[in-house]
């Protein structure tokens, strides 16, 4: 019923939105399921959704998806139970877009490590919901650090061109946990993402949009770290992103730059010597 628009707006009118909200809050599973349901279908119309984060919707939100990881990753097994936090996510996703909602989420250490697990063991929709919101919140570097065992989930997932948005999203949440020098310097440890994210830069790969992977070289290679470019050198980026450069591809010079800085420095290093 509240997947028509009319409907939505009847149901705010009299009230339902507190009644949805306060099933969220205190019902049993079933109910929960279907409330959250409900309220996914009534935030896809603005004022209902400006009025969802008024009236509190958000951190009802947040504490059912925080209300025990070991039982939601075991109800991630369970269909019915993986839509229900599908239905949770992508309400929480559909009130984000506020500031206040988005400081809310932001501030959630158990979100956020939960997102990172939904990412390494969900299915699909769920990894793309999760990668979405954690592209968008503003992560401390405590906390980026917390879910850097999710990178190499999210380097696979880029590989996947559908569902649609998904290696965006993908890209995205990576190049926001790269922001973190450490992070940086486990990724670039992880061979199988490194090789992922080269052959993704191979011209003859056409499965990936190039400004994915270049976005996350790009950022891998921030802060100069010599180790970073040894280790992409060395899979063999160096000679995708001379092709990619003289394609003229969006980012490619940028991205090739960088990792040309430690030819830069060798000579410069080599010239002192001397």
């Known amino acids: 019923i509240t997947a028509e628009p009319e409907n939505a707006w009847a149901i705010s009118a009299y009230g339902g939105v507190s009644a949805l909200i306060e099933a969220c809050r205190s019902g049993s599973q079933p109910i929960q399921t279907h409330a959250v349901g409900a309220l996914r279908n009534v935030a896809s119309v603005e004022d209902i959704r400006l009025a969802l984060g008024e009236e509190g919707a958000v951190p009802v939100l947040v504490q059912l998806l925080v209300s025990g990881l070991p039982r939601l990753m075991h109800m991630i097994q ?7 936090i599908e239905h949770v996510l992508r309400t929480i996703c559909s009130l984000s877009v506020t500031d206040s909602n988005l400081q809310i989420l932001s501030s959630s250490t158990t979100t956020i490590i939960q997102l990172g697990e939904f990412i390494k063991h969900g299915n699909m929709i ?3 919901i999760s990668a979405s919101l954690l ?7 405590g906390n980026k650090r917390a879910i850097s065992s999710c990178m190499g989930s999210l380097v696979k997932l880029m590989e996947s061109p559908k569902p649609v ?12 946990l790269l922001t973190v020098r450490s992070n940086r310097k486990e990724l670039a440890r ?5 090789m992922r994210l080269v052959q993704m830069l191979d011209p003859k790969n056409e499965t990936v949009s190039k400004k994915y992977p270049l976005m996350v070289v790009t950022a891998l290679l921030a802060g100069g770290s010599g180790d970073c470019r040894k280790i992409l050198v060395a899979a063999g980026a160096n000679k995708h992103l001379q092709i990619l450069t003289e394609m003229e591809v969006a980012g490619a010079k940028k991205a090739l730059q960088r990792l040309a800085g430690i030819t830069l420095e060798r000579i410069f290093s080599r010239t002192w010597r001397e």
């Open 165 to 176: 948005g998904l290696q965006d999203a993908a890209a995205q949440a990576i190049v926001s």
């Open 126 to 128: 769920l990894q793309q």
């Open 190 to 194: 992880d061979e199988k993402s490194v």
């Open 78 to 84: 369970d269909l019915s139970n993986s839509d229900t």
């Open 135 to 141: 592209s968008k919140l503003s992560i401390s570097e």
